[in-house]
């Protein structure tokens, strides 16, 4: 590409200007936020399943009520990212035709199962959690779409935190076995959650680019370290304790120290080898041929519109 118009793209980078789908951009720029959009709007959509399995088996109709919307905002975030994903010149077709056929990611964390209701509140606490910790700095990314997304996004999630933390805090303090299912949960779901970052900085491969370009606000390990920080002292609240013998404050560094996952585990997982890989991806594939006659309806109804045929 002309080194001039990647200077000059770099300086409107730098100057915090947003980059507008009809703004000329590199092809790298546009790639990598095809991957990383799509990659996130895969991941709301593949994210419903685990706690849509929960909504018929919810203990109160009070708990089903809030479950079920926030199904449905993740349904709503997959849907602003698609259509931020499409502006890019990747049609809905088609990036749903690469996480069905496995060519796209979904975040690694939705292909581990929830067992029972403490995994529910877990999730929330601290699934939506992580999730939040990386999407926040997003709402400052360079490319407009997805940051107007963000900022759409961010304001429901912190609802979806507080939901599955009251769930959790309630089984925490409730009956002895509760409060074992509680700590169970955050036992299985505490490694996969800090795997949600990404691999450590020394093995990510898109970081340095990504940042340049500001599509990546901080690196996976900084934001990994401040979701450490902040969830500790939520666990500590609940009675309940974090699984890593190493978790220490250091006082030197003014944040915890803690073990890192099994990263030959994370490849594993994402490279398709999880507790749940199969069963998602079959999920996915079989709502897209269910739902294919009702896609052939809407778009016969949209071509009549079109050539005028319908009153
Ligand atoms: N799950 C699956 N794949 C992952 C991953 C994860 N948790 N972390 C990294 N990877 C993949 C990357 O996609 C890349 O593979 P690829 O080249 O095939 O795409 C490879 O591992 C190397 O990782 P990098 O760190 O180099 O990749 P990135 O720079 O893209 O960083 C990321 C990974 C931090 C997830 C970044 O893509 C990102 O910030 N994405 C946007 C946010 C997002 O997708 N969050 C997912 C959770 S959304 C959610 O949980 C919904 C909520 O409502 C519950």
């Not at 593949?46 to 109160?60: C, D, F, K, Y």
């Not at 303090?173 to 779901?189: E, I, V, Y």
Request: charge should be negative.
């Amino acid at each position: 590409e002309d080194p001039a118009k990647l200077a000059a793209f770099q300086s409107r980078i730098d100057a915090d200007e947003k980059i507008e789908p009809k703004d000329w951009m590199p092809e790298g720029y546009r790639k990598t936020l095809i991957r990383q959009i799509g990659q996130h709007a895969h991941s709301e959509i593949v994210g419903q399943l685990p706690e849509a399995n929960w909504i018929t088996r919810a203990p109160t109709l009070e708990r089903k009520a809030i479950l079920l919307a926030k199904v449905q905002d993740e349904a709503g975030h997959g849907l602003y990212l698609y259509c931020a994903a499409e502006t890019l010149g990747v049609s809905r077709d088609e990036i749903t035709e690469m996480l069905l056929d496995g060519r796209m990611k979904y975040s690694s964390i939705f292909n581990y199962p929830t067992l029972n209701w403490a995994d529910v509140g877990a999730v929330g606490w601290l699934v939506d959690g992580a999730a939040i910790m990386n999407q926040v700095p997003l709402q400052r990314t360079s490319y407009g779409p997805y940051s107007r997304a963000m900022i759409r996004i961010c304001k429901e999630e912190s609802f979806h935190q507080r939901q599955g933390y009251d769930a959790i805090r309630k089984m925490a303090g409730g009956t002895p076995d509760q409060k074992r299912m509680a700590q169970d949960a955050l036992n299985r779901f505490w490694y996969p959650s800090l795997m949600m970052f990404g691999p450590s900085d020394k093995d990510s491969v898109h970081s340095t680019q990504s940042m340049k370009w500001k599509i990546k606000m901080n690196t996976n390990d900084e934001l990994r370290q401040k979701f450490v920080d902040q969830t500790v002292p939520q666990a500590e609240y609940l009675g309940l304790t974090i699984p890593d013998p190493k978790l220490n404050w250091n006082d030197d560094r003014g944040h915890y120290d803690f073990s890192e996952p099994d990263w030959s585990e994370f490849f594993d997982v994402i490279s398709g080898n999880g507790p749940c890989n199969t069963d998602r991806l079959a999920a996915r594939n079989q709502a897209w041929d269910d739902g294919k006659w009702v896609r052939a309806g809407l778009m016969a109804h949209a071509e009549k519109k079109r050539s005028g045929t319908v009153a």
